[in-house]
C-alpha cells in the first residue's frame, strides 16, 4: 500500500501528541476553496470524512494566524454524539496549521463535548503543533486534492487500518471495486515520502512529547 501505513503511523502520533490536550474529538484538514477537507481524525465516520465549509471561529483564526478558543458557559443538551459538533459543543480550539507568518494552509480543530476551559498553555502548545504540522499537510494538500471523493474516503479509512475487505463493507462496494479504489489511491500517494510524514517535538508543561 505504498506509504499510507506510514499515514496511519503518523495519525496514531498525531493523537498521542493531542493526548496532552482536553478533548473528546479533534480533525486534521487542509484548505480548498473556502473549506476544511479532513486528512484524518479521531474517529472512523463516514460524516467526517467529507470537506465542509469553515465557521465564522475557523476563518477568524485563519485570518489572524494564531488558535482561537470558543468557550461557552451553557451546555446543550443531548448533542454529544451530533453531527454539528462545532455548533453544539460548549469547548472549541481552533489551530491554524502554517509556517509562521505565512498563510495558513491547514486547519486542527479539537473540541470537548463537556464544558472545559482552554488555558493559555493549551492555545500556545496548539500553536507549537500548528507549526509543526505544517510540512506534513503541505506534503499531503497536492496529492490529496487529486483524489475523488470516494477515494478520499478510502484513504481516511486506509490511515485507521481498515482492510481492502472492511473498506468495502464501509462504503457499501464489492471487494474487486474496493481493491481497485486502494490501488488507485497507493498510485496516486507515491509523491509521499516517509520524511514528510513526521514532525518534531512539542513542548508543554515541562513535558516533552517525541513522536
Known sequence: ???????????????????????????????????????TGSEVSPRFLHGRPLMALARRALYEKRPL???????????????????????????????????PIG????GCRQDHWYSEEDVAYAHTLGCSLAPLVAALKRPLSRLKEDEGEVLQLLSYGLSSSEIARAVRTDDR???????????KMQSVTADDLTFPIVEMKR???RI
Open 1 to 39: 500500500m505504498g506509504q499510507l501505513p506510514d499515514l496511519q503511523d503518523a495519525r496514531r502520533r498525531l493523537g498521542l501528541a493531542l493526548s496532552a490536550v482536553c478533548h473528546d474529538r479533534w480533525v486534521l484538514g487542509y484548505l480548498r476553496h473556502g473549506s476544511m477537507h479532513p486528512i
Open 207 to 209: 513535558r516533552a512529547f
Open 107 to 110: 486547519l486542527l480543530v479539537i
Open 69 to 103: 478558543v470558543l468557550n461557552s458557559v451553557f451546555e446543550k443538551p443531548g448533542t454529544a454524539n451530533s453531527y454539528d459538533w462545532e455548533l453544539d459543543w460548549p469547548a472549541l480550539l481552533y489551530t491554524p496549521i502554517g509556517e509562521i507568518g505565512r498563510q
Open 177 to 187: 471495486h474496493a481493491r481497485a479504489l486502494v490501488d488507485r489511491v497507493t498510485k
